[in-house]
């Protein structure tokens, strides 16, 4: 139900299955169980819980009380929790569905739609890289097709590039991405 990495001395993240937690706890409703599900694991992911779970003006989650960052992602029956102790953090998980296909023209560049080329999987890696880029900055107003890029990866690889060009805001992270089941992850090591 609940799965805990260490992905480095900086960065932990954690996964929880909604189902499971939901039919474990007997709640019914799905924001109900979104919000307990981020509830417990933030107490899964920190021993000391002497903070309190805010929101930004954008909507951005933040802990008062650490100055640990975090991004919050759900999907269906996926939540993850992002801990970054050193830098801004960006997470996103998505159910890799045939519908991405239908937006591809919204969240992509020329370049993107030509390397995806109508694949499935590849649209979703790109839709969550921009998302986890787009949480990782936090601010409103960002083109997904034209303020930001995904490099052209190789799908067998973990770990790509993407970058933020806002005027004259110019940011390259790296990016991880993992596969769960049908699921894809894809978060912020590091801006680089």
Known sequence: MINIQTINEYIRLGMLDLTAFSEAKGIFVKRQSETEGTELLLKKLFKDTSFELRYTDERKPFLHGTTAHI???HSHDKLVILVNEKETAGV???LIREKVKNIQQRFLSPEELDYASNDTEILTILWAAKEAIYKTYGLKKVDFSK???IEKFDKKSDVFYGNLKIEKLKKR??????RHGDYILVY???EV
Do not use: P
């Open 71 to 73: 991004s919050i992602s």
């Open 92 to 94: 996103d998980v998505e």
């Open 147 to 149: 303020d930001m890029f």
């Open 173 to 178: 992270y790296l990016l991880k991405k993992e």
């Open 188 to 190: 912020t090591l590091n």
